[in-house]
């Protein structure tokens, strides 16, 4: 045999060599996700907060037409009717789901309802079945990711044939959220304290002493990943659960004035006056 025919011959990967050139990808692989998930994320959040903003800047125009009243956020299937058609941003048919067709607000959110859903809806969003942290109810479905302070309504609400309140009316409105971004929304009215009284707690109380600032619903944390997205309303604060969800989760949430905030469930929590929006706090 000639050198030559030696020297021509292709030799083969052994299986060792094989091996360790798996486990350098599967290294690169693994040092590489946290980086894309977090890029993915951060991503996710930029949109979403471009769509809190796209939904204030919807509101405000109608209140610019109405004289300065904003409009009714639906709450739940007794809404739908045509009475609520005239003051609703959206009728909602079934709890979790709003009809895209049907309010006030079709005529300040152009495109037609697939265009209207994508806005309303988080990129981000985990697809949270969970209705206040418990096991999904037989056939729910949910379109939307944001809700609306209560308080532009009253609690109880007002009656479905008015509008909500002024924009003149809200206090320090740098300071007072509008929108939120909710964990498995059922309605667009977010009761977020539960506290006894008309008004928040004074600001030498501590936060340790607010177990239950969460009313009706709960603050989404889904934009800090997967596993700090979801909580039961009845986590005890400062518990193991509390603190895996609380000080790291993020969410976008819309001020009265039109800007836009990334907040933990801890920052919400530790600022309950950011709900009054009659009070000068």
């Known amino acids: 045999m000639s050198l030559q025919h030696v020297s021509s011959r292709r030799r083969a990967f052994t299986l060792v060599e094989l091996l360790v050139v798996i486990g350098i990808i599967a290294i690169l692989i693994a040092i590489l996700m946290p980086a894309l998930t977090k890029a993915r994320n951060q991503a996710n959040l930029v949109k979403c907060m471009s769509q809190v903003r796209q939904i204030f800047l919807a509101c405000q125009m109608f209140a610019q037409d109405n004289k300065g009243q904003l409009p009714r956020p639906a709450i739940g299937p007794a809404d739908n009717n045509p009475q609520a058609e005239k003051t609703c941003m959206f009728l909602q048919p079934e709890w979790g789901l709003l009809d895209y067709t049907k309010g006030v607000m079709i005529t300040y959110m152009p495109g037609g309802p697939k265009a209207r859903e994508e806005v309303w809806y988080c990129p981000g969003d985990l697809g949270e079945v969970t209705r206040g942290g418990g096991a999904a109810m037989s056939g729910e479905r949910r ?102 969800y609380g000080p790291i989760g993020k969410a976008a949430h819309g001020f009265f004035d039109g800007h836009v905030e990334v907040l933990s469930p801890d920052d919400l929590h530790a600022n309950p006056w950011l709900f009054w929006i009659k009070a000068d706090e």
């Open 143 to 244: 379109n939307f990711s944001y809700s609306f302070n209560a308080q532009i309504t009253g609690n109880p609400p007002i009656p479905n044939t008015k509008l909500a309140i002024r924009f003149a009316e809200v206090r320090a409105a740098s300071r007072k959220i509008l929108i939120y971004e909710e964990q498995a929304p059922n309605d667009l009215w977010c009761l977020l304290y539960d506290f006894p009284g008309a008004g928040p707690p004074a600001r030498t109380t501590p936060v340790a002493s607010m177990p239950n600032f969460r009313g009706d619903d709960i603050p989404s944390a889904r934009h800090a990943g997967q596993k700090y997205g979801l909580i039961a309303r009845d986590t005890p604060y400062g518990s193991p659960a509390w603190r895996k």
